[in-house]
Structure formats: C-alpha cells, structure tokens
C-alpha cells in the first residue's frame, strides 16, 4: 500500500502516469535473496526464511493486482471453463495423484481459458502451483518438490536471465536531466526506495505491538528495517508490470521506468546490505 500510495501522491497532477501505480508494489525474489545470500552465516537463518516469506506473498499480491487491474475485458464462458479446470486440479490433488502429465495437460488448459477470458495469464501458474500435491512426510514421494528440483536449473539459468535481457533495454542515449526527473521516475524510485521498508517496517511494528506476531529469532528492528529495504528491489516484476501499464514497446515512459527500477533496485540493494552488515559485522551463526 505505502509504494503505492507515494506513487499516487507524486503523480496526482499527471493521470497518464497513474496507470503505472503498482509498478513500485513488486518484489524481485531472486535478486533480494541473491544480496541477503551474500551474507553467508553472518545473518540468522530465520532473516532469510523472513525475506523469503515476504517476498513470495509480495509477489503473490502483485501477481492478483495484474490479474484485476490490468485484465482486458471479460469472458463468461471462458472463466467458467477456467474455473471447471481448477476444480479438476483440486480433485487431483485431492486424490493425492503424483503424476506429473495429468497437472501438465490441465495446466496447459488453465492457461489457455485463463488467457482468453481476458485475465492476465501470469494468474494461471499460480493456481496452478497452489494444487500440486505435497506430502509433509519425509518419507514418501512430493510431485511439488519433484518438479521443483527439475524446473529450478530451467529458471535460474534459462527463464530468469532470458526475462532481463528482454526488459532491460535501457537506452542510455536517450537519458537527460528532464526524463530523471519526471513524476514517473520519481514516483517508481520513492515507492521502492521509501515506500517499500517503511509500509513493510510498519506494519511489522504494528502487528509486533498487537501481539499478532513475534520477531524473527536471533533479529532486531534494524534487521527488519534491513529486510524491508531489500524488498525494495523491484526489477523483474516492478518491469513486467511497467510492460503491462506501458504497453508501447521503447516508448519513453517504459524507458523512465527502466532508469526508475534499475536506479531504486540497486540503491535498496546497497542500503540493505550496509544495514544487514553493520547490525551483524562480529557475528557468526554457523552453529
């Protein structure tokens, strides 16, 4: 809500801009775990689990906002197709069947209803992922931890990096002193850099002080502020929403937002890690 709000306030006056006011909402789960990572055993492993958490319900979050506001129109019967698809996937999961093809098959389905019904299909590999069954029991078989052995390589090493490559177009040549300055560029850049650790520094406050939560074992404020700061790298998904908001291909807005993420994503990176670094400098937690 915080980036979101800050993005709001600085672009009341231009209502051009205010369709890309979830850009600054998102979290890239690779790269903040890739800084946090740095750290080896010098942070608490429970930091890490924290981060983790945060920022795979982050992404969930963004992911509903591209499904509700940035869906063209509706189709009933597509919708309802979708909807029997899910309910089979349910029924599979239900019965336990830890076959990969039958969640393959009605998955390739989902996407395709999903797709024309005129919500965003990123949706569909959520629900999907949400019905793959997964057994608790060491002991036998998990289809959910299977195929993510499997797809792991395929993401890190194929999906991800073909992803940036085909968002990070910035053209330099283009760059001056009024595009930095743009309510667009400001608005993405505060919602990250500001937005992102005080609405998350906040309302962990808040809940810590409703007894409604406890700190992470071993952590302190400083380290949440830390954490927080680091969900303000955006990237992938603070781009693929700008690519949905801005859908022109190089127009300049897509290149404002570029210079906006790319900028706001290594500042938050390098105030978090300095955070991180300096509340646990002497610290080892090995054991």
Not at 200 to 220: G, Q, R, V
Not at 226 to 241: N, P, Q, Y
């Amino acid at each position: 809500i915080a980036p979101a709000l800050i993005f709001i306030l600085i672009n009341f006056n231009k209502p051009a801009y205010l369709v890309g006011w979830a850009i600054p909402v998102a979290t890239d789960i690779a790269f903040s775990l890739g800084v946090i990572s740095l750290f080896a055993n010098k942070i608490p492993r429970s930091l890490n689990i924290f981060l983790t958490s945060l920022a795979i319900v982050d992404d969930i979050g963004a992911i509903i906002i591209i499904a509700i506001f940035y869906s063209h129109q509706l189709f009933l019967i597509y919708l309802l197709l979708a909807l029997i698809t899910v309910l089979s996937l349910c029924l599979l999961n239900y019965k336990n069947v830890q076959l990969t093809w039958p969640y393959l098959l009605l998955g390739l389905l989902l996407w395709f209803f999903i797709t024309k019904s005129g919500i965003h299909s990123t949706i569909a590999g959520v629900i999907l992922a949400f019905t793959i069954p997964h057994q608790t029991d060491t002991t036998k078989f998990s289809l959910l931890k299977s195929l993510e052995a499997k797809l792991l390589p395929w993401v890190a090493f194929g999906i991800i990096p073909l992803f940036v490559l085909g968002n990070a177009g910035l053209r330099f040549s283009d760059l001056n002193l009024q595009l930095a300055t743009s309510t667009l560029v400001i608005g993405i850049f505060l919602g990250l850099v500001v937005g992102k650790p005080l609405g998350i520094f906040t309302s962990a406050w808040i809940s810590k002080k409703l007894n409604w939560t406890h700190l992470p074992s071993e952590s302190n404020w400083q380290d949440i502020y830390g954490v927080a700061t680091l969900c303000g790298i955006g990237f992938t998904m603070s781009l693929f929403i700008g690519s949905l908001a801005f859908p022109q291909i190089n127009s300049p807005e897509m290149n404002m937002i570029k210079l906006a993420v790319f900028s706001a994503s290594a500042v938050s990176g390098i105030i978090g890690y300095l955070i991180l670094y300096f509340s646990h400098q002497r610290k080892n937690y090995s054991a």
